[in-house]
């Protein structure tokens, strides 16, 4: 039963890492800590409940994707009469020099927590997903319009892919001092790698000559894989080697909230710090053969075409055999290592009355050697114990213009949860250049009541509003008193 569920979600991560359209980021969830998921951006924060239980598939996943380059809208146009045109034109003036294509799935197999005192204990197991793919715009151009544009001129490419499926282990533990001004916590973490590709060089050079119309062209590849090149998608379901098999890996994650005034608090998150994967099993590695390939192609005689000795079929196979020599790689199989990107979370928080705050919160991921930056400014309300809520406008690398919600319900012991930094697909998907959703259900175990830190006020300041109401009562009783005392007299 184990073994059957575990392939379940292995299959369904790899199945939809190929059909949903991220860096993963959570900038409306993180600011939710009624949802236990939110421990996740921050270990540092302390939860609103004693105790928590995720189950397998139900209780938190997530999908996502961004694409810097262009929407659905700026390739795909409907005309008057309903039907659909491409304007390859608009899309590409749309593209910048490099673009980027990413996903991220997130699928919990099991988490749980729960507090001892000031201590919260935490522990999770999750299968993720991570794909990232650069394509330059002149190699769209290419693809798209053929090499007219790019006569009499070498045109150079460099494809870059990182793909990597893998099975995160991790225990946490988070700490609020006794003032409850400031907590902070860490996560150790454990990685089992699955599946990768990644690619170091996948340079292509490209030469049309502007009057003979030959073109030559350059390759120098290098790609690594593990656990893809077996011949058989069934040898990827291998529980005993990707449960914990010898592709392993390891990190960590810190993080704090400190509360500066009544009102206003801080927090900061460093995620995925130091982590890698080792791949030493099922592994290839392809490699452009020594002096590179190159692929020359001067064109057919007219002639030959006409002819009867072979001559056209010779020209096809010559043709065949130079393209099938500019991807012409050595194979090894020697280990290597992947990173998973360190992730950066920053925000601060007003609050405005015991349950509505507004916070920013900037969110910043390393990307092929460039740092991706979000900011998010949002509301987060709680209506008694039962109804959270959070709405956020974030701005990012892919677009300025994403509205986010998240709302969690929680009937007794159990929660319900649905977040997204950008909804906006839900009234026009053909502008969307990224959107992610996370959802799912929890049980939730002695939930705290009036946390007075969450709140913005400390113990000392939450006994000394009790003690004057209970005066202000008792003030009130005794000018009652006195009143009726002056109404007798009067009588």
Excluded at 86 to 105: A, H, Q, R
Excluded at 183 to 203: L, W
Excluded at 274 to 294: A, D, F, H, L
């Amino acid at each position: 039963m184990v073994k059957q569920l575990y392939k379940y979600v292995i299959l369904l991560m790899l199945i939809l890492a190929n059909i949903s359209t991220n860096c993963q980021k959570n900038l409306t969830l993180y600011n939710m800590h009624t949802i236990p998921q939110a421990m996740q951006e921050n270990p540092g924060i302390m939860p609103m409940q004693k105790g928590h239980l995720s189950l397998p598939l139900i209780s938190s996943n997530y999908f996502g994707f961004s694409n810097s380059g262009f929407a659905y809208a700026d390739l795909i146009k409907r005309r008057n009469d309903d039907s659909l045109i491409f304007t390859v034109d608009n899309m590409l003036s749309k593209l910048s020099s490099n673009n980027y294509f990413t996903t991220s799935i997130r699928i919990n197999i099991l988490s749980f927590g729960f507090r001892v005192k000031k201590n919260y204990f935490s522990f999770n197991i999750i299968g993720k997903n991570d794909n990232y793919i650069n394509y330059p715009k002149d190699f769209m151009t290419l693809l798209l319009k053929g090499n007219d544009a790019f006569l009499g001129t070498t045109s150079n490419f460099n494809l870059k892919q990182e793909s990597t499926a893998y099975i995160e282990y991790s225990v946490g533990f988070t700490h609020e001092t006794r003032n409850k001004k400031l907590s902070y916590g860490g996560r150790v973490k454990m990685f089992s790698g699955i599946a990768n590709i990644q690619t170091n060089r996948a340079e292509f050079s490209l030469f049309t000559n502007d009057k003979s119309y030959a073109i030559t062209a350059n390759s120098n590849i290098s790609v690594n894989a593990a656990s893809l090149d077996t011949g058989n998608i069934s040898n990827i379901f291998k529980p005993n080697q990707n449960i914990m098999g010898a592709n392993q890996g390891f990190g960590f994650d810190v993080g704090f909230q400190y509360k500066i005034t009544k009102r206003i608090s801080i927090s900061a998150s460093a995620l995925d710090v130091g982590s890698t994967i080792q791949w030493n099993e099922r592994v290839v590695n392809y490699n452009t053969k020594p002096g590179g390939n190159i692929f020359n192609f001067n064109g057919f005689d007219i002639k030959t075409i006409f002819n009867n000795n072979g001559s056209l079929q010779k020209s096809i196979d010559s043709l065949s055999d130079s393209a099938h020599h500019l991807l012409d790689l050595n194979k090894t199989r020697n280990t290597y290592t992947s990173i998973i990107s360190t992730k950066l979370y920053g925000g601060i928080t007003y609050q405005f009355s015991r349950n509505i705050n507004v916070g920013i919160l900037v969110f910043s991921k390393q990307i092929d050697n460039n740092w991706q930056t979000s900011t998010a400014f949002s509301i987060n309300t709680r209506i008694g114990k039962v109804l959270s809520s959070s709405i956020s406008y974030n701005i990012n690398n892919y677009s300025n213009n994403n509205v986010g919600l998240g709302l969690a319900v929680n009937p007794g012991n159990m929660q319900f949860y649905v977040v997204s930094d950008n909804i906006t697909p839900l009234f026009d998907a053909t502008h969307v250049k990224n959107t992610n959703i996370r959802f799912g259900m929890n049980f939730i175990f002695g939930k705290i009541r009036n946390p007075s830190f969450v709140e913005g006020r400390n113990e000392k300041e939450v006994f000394l509003d009790k003690f004057n109401a209970i005066q202000h009562s008792k003030y009130k009783q005794f000018k009652k008193t006195e009143r009726r005392k002056r109404q007798i007299e009067k009588d």
